[in-house]
């Protein structure tokens, strides 16, 4: 199977400090891989690597093929980023929004307004593009950051602790739209601590204490003890 995403061997120090020890896994083309780790296991130091923000040396990250230490642009132009922190501009709209970041991607014109389109429709926001992003709850504000950072199409999407803040249906509705779009071939890097936006069938890499703990198909490292009490029980971490 090909590879949307490749980790060997990344290690990365605050100060003197260890965040991610020896960490080495793989998200294959197409698969919602879930990064699942309590509060400081290290899920967004890992992401400041994969998003480029600390650069990580040749032969460690490898994003379809394309090494991010020596051709970062290469690798980066293949991804698309959901910070952890909300990042729009409330006093415009949802449209105005994706035009302004489709507009930092090169794209203008017919070409960018046919991507905010299929970006918003992925995301069940076509309806609100429009709306500003003040009015917006909390759910559609996040779904349309999700609509964004698909608008260069991207080949891998990277979620940092998404549903943040959201209630339960919000949450739902957003995890269900990220798996559907493995089912156009998107890739899908999902750090959490929730077991419960874990779908049996996903990929899972448990990140503790900046270690790879486990990793494989959800139902197959669980076995048949429940996701929640798994967790518990390799971490110490409330589910
Ligand atoms: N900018 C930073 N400077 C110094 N230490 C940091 C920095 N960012 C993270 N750390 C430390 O690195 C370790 C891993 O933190 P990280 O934020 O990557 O974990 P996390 O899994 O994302 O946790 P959370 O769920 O709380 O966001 C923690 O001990 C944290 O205190």
Redesign the pocket.
Known sequence: MTEALRVAGLSHD??R?P??RDVSFAVPEGRFCALL????????????VLTGLIRPAPGVVSVGGHDLGRSPRAALARIGVVY?APTYDLDRSVFANLKYFAALQGLSGAEARERIATSLARLGMEERAGEKVAALNGGHRRRMEIARALIHAPRLLLL??PTVGLDAPARAAITAHVHALTAEGISVLW?T?LVDELHPDDDLVL?HQ?RVAAAGRVDAVTGATPLAEWFLARTGAAA
């Open positions: 605050w100060g400090k965040a991610l780790g309590p509060n400081g296991a290290g899920k967004s130091t890992l992401m400041a952890q940092d602790e750090a601590h990140l900046g």
